[in-house]
């Protein structure tokens, strides 16, 4: 029952596409994670993901349309529609998603990230 | 599949503790609420809840000891535990919590929200 800060918790890292784990609310995970250039097209059979940006600005690709998502917003992607987040700068961006939420959702490649770091 | 801007939905609204639904994710709510002044004691048996401050600063209160919540900071209470936010200031907070969370839990008074409006 601490206060996290949410500054204080990117500084500690640097990577890209490689989320950390920053709490646990009921059956879901509050993540951290850096975004720059292009993820992989994906989409999560089973769960819903939600992305806020902090710093940067992302857009998040959809097979007929992209949103552009800034600091301060969110976007909701529903599980089973494929999407791919890209940055063209680095982008810090909050996660809210089940805690069964593989990154890459349907897809295994050299982005997988199976064993999150708690920070 | 939209970007919500989170300050355009902290702009539709005026009253106090009166949480409003921002979006869905899984068996989660993401939820907006304006606080100012003192809640009340109460705990939620079942369900774990995140405050994330956006604007202003909070205090939230246990039993034995208070954590200061400014913005960029979040703070996860488990359930089960005793807690009463507390700004001296109107703070802008978003909620992320399970949907069957009510926002008094084990208390019923005239700040109990059984039906929340989505915005």
Same mark, same amino acid.
């Given at each position: 029952m601490n206060t996290i800060n949410i500054?204080?918790?990117?500084?500690? &890292?640097s990577e890209h596409?490689? @989320?950390k784990i920053l709490g646990e609310v009921n059956d879901s995970y509050v993540?951290? %994670?850096?975004?720059? =250039?292009? &993820? %992989?097209?994906h989409h999560h059979d089973h769960e819903d993901e939600m992305f806020?940006? %902090?710093r940067g600005r992302m857009r998040m690709k959809f097979r007929d349309h992209e949103? *552009?998502? =800034? @600091?301060g917003e969110f976007i909701i992607v529903p599980r089973g529609v494929e999407h791919m987040p890209v940055a063209d700068l680095e982008t810090e961006v909050l996660l809210f998603e089940a805690k069964s939420t *593989?990154? #890459? =959702?349907? %897809? #295994?490649n050299e982005r997988t990230? @199976?064993?999150l770091e708690h920070i």
């Open positions: 500054q204080e918790k990117f500084s500690k &890292f596409w490689s @989320p993540k951290a %994670v850096k975004f720059q =250039g292009e &993820f %992989v097209w806020l940006v %902090v949103e *552009l998502v =800034g @600091p *593989l990154n #890459t =959702g349907n %897809v #295994t990230q @199976p064993q």
